[in-house]
Nanobody
């Protein structure tokens, strides 16, 4: 069992950057594949980025964020980060981190644990 708590969302101007964090308790993040998703009003929750379990360096990115978003993990702090650059107004959504014990890192329904979500709003 693992609990995930996100922080760092908020308001940012178009073209700006924001970093959101996801801190785990109960188990270490190294034991899980960790992913970030977002859900805009009236839309499905979509996959953004993920990092493999067991300290692996494999990362996965959705085409829509490749080159602008970066996932990283600090095992000592049991925290995963999502660095978001060149944000656009359409990036406005609730951002969620999630954990799974498997390796299907892009598959939303493979994730067993979810954070509470963090609102990100981008204004022009």
């Amino acid at each position: 069992q693992v609990q995930l708590v996100e922080s760092g969302g908020g308001l940012v101007q178009s073209g700006g950057s924001l970093r959101v964090s996801c801190t785990a308790s109960g188990r270490t993040v190294i034991s899980y594949s960790m992913g970030w998703f977002r859900q805009a009003p009236g839309k499905e929750r979509e996959f953004l980025v993920a990092i493999s379990l067991n300290g692996g360096a494999t990362t996965y990115y959705a085409d829509s964020v490749k080159g602008r978003f970066t996932i990283s993990r600090d095992n000592a702090k049991n925290t995963v980060y999502l660095q978001m650059n060149s944000l656009e107004p359409k990036s406005k959504a609730v951002y969620y981190c999630a954990a799974q014990g498997g390796s299907k890192a892009k598959e939303r329904y493979e994730y067993e644990y979810w954070g509470q979500g963090n609102q990100v709003t981008v204004y022009s």
